[in-house]
């Protein structure tokens, strides 16, 4: 990246494809050993009570421009597919470790978003005269509680079960380093194990070596940026990190005429179960999978809901939800999958 000729460019033109080489020339974040940690005993314990486990990623990854990072590239992601589908695979029975971009939506908050619903719009003020020592209750509008009890009830279940353990990213450094630390903690669950990757993840990355340590100054022209590519991680994943485990990822494209085409490749490419593709504008309402029946053959199968349901308010009451029929086949296939082992 350059504002000038003066400044040196970042980002290298020796592209870093290597998932290998990525891991050994980035520093890995600060607190990546306690998250490890943590998560080993929630699997640990999940694994010996019976559950299995779904790794849920969620949310858009960062890029920072700068070191004591001031600009940053980002996506439009707001977690929506994670953390709602989170909610499902926890009602299925399913350990979750939702791994999720910092301030992206979370399970069962997600239905009180500041911008869509705002929480404080659900609560009714006491009467003046009641709340002068300031301890007379603050009471749910009545028109809402049909709507909040349920939420209510699931997310202090799953507080109670312990089977909700979170952890956030930021960049898209974190994101790989965390992806990895926590596919070989549930390596041991083999087969029961299940990994989500519906993260919008980035592609493209400034080098930590190549990022300016203060924020870049404005009034010297243009600014140029060039980035490195992000090594593809579903490789190593496949054949290293998690070699038994039940791997779904996501393709996000605009260009719907490329969704199956780039779905099959990456099953070709990676060898992975399953792969759900969504088009941009209409990943409310329709997905479909894509998986490999034996060389060259692939079966495609769509879910689809009526588009014209309202989705302006998320988990708006009533109101199905796609990841609902997403979550409900992948535990179907998951069980085949676990079944393949044993037979
Ligand atoms: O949050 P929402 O608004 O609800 O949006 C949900 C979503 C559209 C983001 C989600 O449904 C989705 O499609 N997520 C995947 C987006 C994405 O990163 O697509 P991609 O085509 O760039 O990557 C495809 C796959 O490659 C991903 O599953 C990813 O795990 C994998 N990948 C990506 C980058 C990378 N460096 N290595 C990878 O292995």
Known sequence: MTSNQSRPPLGSPKLTFSADAFFDTQEAPTGLEKKRRQAQQFVERHSSEGRKVVLVTSGGTTVPLEQNVVRFLDNFSAGTRGA?????????GYAVIFMHRQHSLSPYTR????TTNPFLDLLSEPAEEDSKDGSSPITVLPQHSSALKPVLHNYHSARKAGTLLRLTFVTVTDYLFMLRELSQVMQPLGKRGMYYLAAAVSDFYVPSQKTPEH??????????IEMDQVPKVLKPMVQKWAP???IVSFKLETDEDL?????????????HQVVVGNELNRRKYEVVFVERIS???????WIRLDPQQD???????????????????LEERHEQWIKSAQS
Request: net charge negative.
């Open 111 to 114: 239905h009180y978003s500041h």
């Open 244 to 246: 038994e485990g039940f």
């Open 84 to 92: 709602t589908s989170a909610e499902y695979f926890l009602a299925a």
């Open 215 to 224: 924020k870049i100054q404005s009034g010297k022209g243009s600014l140029m």
């Open 311 to 329: 989705n302006s308010v998320l988990g708006k009451a009533g109101e199905k939800e796609i990841e609902e029929d997403i979550v409900r086949n």
């Open 295 to 301: 060389d060259g053959n692939f079966k495609e199968s």
């Open 259 to 271: 969704l199956i085409p780039k779905a099959r490749n990456a099953l070709e490419r990676y060898g």
